[in-house]
């Protein structure tokens, strides 16, 4: 369905509407119509959208209508330049993938979930007319395992709700571990044939975030691509219980984030990014970068102008 509605090949537009200082100048200027007119220059199908609830919903649970608008903004730029778009929900009220961010007690709280599919009624809604353009991503990155249970409750009654507004659109669903493949056949079944298997991919971590100030497990960290072990055998292993996963439900997968830190050397990432596609490409599956810019993995970034061609020939 993905590639029948023109979804192959997306980047993200990480620190825009999510994971941001949520200034006046971050929302106006980050990204700007200059931004979707290279990411369509460049040969890319979609944009997925990370959006934070903060700017599209007030604290009593009612919408933000300025934080809508800026979506509005960003899908009329979509029609402009040919892109379609995955609105994905970055953080909700009581969650954040990023403990940093001191979001808790989603999935034991009522009053949270409550505002969760607030949300996603309020874009069914808004956006429900727009199938063939836009795709909903519940929720970025579930993290533990002690969650999933009720995780794979609440999405199904959101999915509920978002049909009465929008069935024809297509939702993704991924599972714990921050979206890992490896926990993907841990969901249940699809609500139905329009919610799509979604995961996230840097493996080997140890390659891809190495010196990541944020983790102190990688902080020091320094691996070439071949000390990392990674090849297009080992991608294919690594991923293969998701997609049997996937062949079992008759649901398409669709990666929505993977990337290479900015310390990795391009010429080096190019090859971690080279044997991944080679997989995605041979299971059909589609995909987004991480990310357009800066946010420690940008594309668009001056140190990536030697390889950007190579990188985006490839996928």
Not at 133 to 154: D, G, M
Not at 218 to 231: L, M, N
Not at 284 to 295: L, P
């Amino acid at each position: 369905m993905l590639h029948e509605l023109g979804f192959q090949k997306g980047v993200n537009l990480g620190g825009w509407l999510s994971q941001c200082d949520y200034s006046e100048d971050r929302l106006n200027n980050f990204i700007t119509e200059a931004d979707f007119c290279d990411i369509a220059r460049l040969g890319f199908d979609h944009v997925r959208i990370p959006v934070d609830y903060n700017v599209i919903q007030n604290e009593d649970g009612s919408a933000k209508e300025d934080g809508l608008r800026r979506i509005d903004m960003a899908f009329a730029l979509c029609d402009q330049y040919s892109l379609r778009a995955v609105l994905d929900l970055h953080k909700t009220p009581g969650f954040s993938f990023d403990a940093g961010e001191h979001e808790d007690g989603f999935f034991v709280n009522e009053a949270y979930q409550a505002r969760f599919y607030a949300i996603w009624e309020t874009f069914a809604k808004r956006y429900g007319d727009r199938p063939e353009r836009v795709v909903f991503e519940l929720l970025n990155e579930v993290t533990e395992a002690n969650y999933l249970p009720a995780w794979k409750r609440i999405s199904r009654e959101c999915v509920r709700r978002i049909r009465q507004y929008a069935p024809e659109t297509l939702v993704l669903l991924g599972s714990y571990h921050w979206n890992s493949a490896r926990t993907l056949p841990e969901l249940d079944a699809p609500y139905d044939k329009r919610v799509l298997y979604n995961f996230h991919f840097y493996e080997p971590m140890i390659f891809t975030h190495q010196g990541a100030y944020w983790n102190p497990d990688y902080k020091d960290v320094r691996s070439t691509y071949a000390e990392s072990g990674a090849s297009v055998a080992w991608f294919e292993d690594f991923l293969a219980p998701a997609i049997e996963k996937a062949a079992k439900e008759g649901a398409e997968l669709y990666c929505g984030e993977f990337g290479v830190i900015d310390v990795v050397a391009p010429e080096e990432a190019v090859k971690w990014f080279s044997d991944l596609h080679e997989v995605f490409a041979r299971h059909g599956i589609a995909h987004a970068m991480w990310s357009w810019k800066q946010m420690d993995f940008g594309l668009s970034d001056a140190r990536m102008d030697g390889v950007r061609e190579e990188l985006l020939g490839m996928l």
